[in-house]
């Protein structure tokens, strides 16, 4: 199975400031199968990115998303107060799918 | 607006049978371009992927659960379930149910999650 190992853990940040998360997989695979989500206590998570690259409907363009191979990238241009979450990698290009163990992007 | 909402006891003695319900609505659970899923989340840990099934009835599991998991789904309800037998402490988690929807690749991202149900395993 695919590991997706995700850095860092904990990311402590102010609003308005840039995140940059990183998601390393230990083997490549095609990015049209990963995708970023968003997820806050008690709530659903939200897909943020598919495609490595694709933003999914309604999602604000300060998020974006890149990489190929082995290594994946979510930024988060400026930070708004909403965005304060846990952020997971996850990918479907083959069976079992696998998520990264997330990203927690706290307030500073 | 695509809604889907879990359903099931919260608790479950070591050794039965867990069983969860998915309804879903905005959408049609025989949609040719959704799968549907279900992934969990034990306390402090990660994602889960358990499996899913296209409205056919083909299904596809996590190996390390194949033995124990059941998914199918009712369409003249719109719902899916999941089965979970011989349950121990390690299968306490929050349980969600997802869509995989084709997208322009051909590809199937999971676009949609439930908020999750938690199940506890416990005497």
């Known amino acids: 199975e695919i590991v997706l190992t995700q850095s860092p853990g904990t990311l402590s940040l102010s609003p308005g400031e840039r995140a940059t998360l990183s998601c390393r997989a230990s083997q490549s695979f095609s990015s049209t199968y990963l995708a970023w989500y968003q997820h806050k206590p008690g709530r659903a998570p939200r897909l943020l990115i598919y495609?490595?690259?694709s933003r999914a409907t309604g999602i604000p363009d300060r998020f974006s998303g890149s990489g190929s191979g082995t290594d994946f990238t979510l930024t988060i241009s400026r930070l708004e107060p909403e965005d304060f979450a846990v952020y997971y990698c996850q990918q479907y290009f083959t069976s079992p799918l696998t998520f990264g163990g997330g990203t927690k992007v706290e307030i500073k | 607006q695509l809604q889907l909402q879990e359903s099931g006891p919260g608790l479950v003695k070591p050794s039965e049978t867990l069983s969860l319900t998915c309804t879903v609505s905005g959408d049609s659970i025989t949609s040719t371009n959704s799968h549907w899923g279900w992934i969990r989340q034990p306390p402090g840990k990660g994602l889960e992927w358990i499996g899913n099934?296209?409205?056919?009835?083909?299904?596809h599991y996590n190996p390390s659960l194949k033995s124990r998991v059941t998914l199918s789904v009712d369409t003249s309800k719109n719902q899916l379930s999941l089965k979970l037998t011989s349950v121990t402490a390690a299968d306490t988690a929050v349980y969600y149910c997802a869509r995989r929807a084709r997208d322009s690749s051909g590809s199937y991202p999971i676009d949609y999650w439930g908020q999750g149900t938690l199940v506890t395993v416990s005497s």
């Open positions: 495609g490595a690259s």
């Open positions: 099934i296209y409205y056919s009835g083909n299904t």
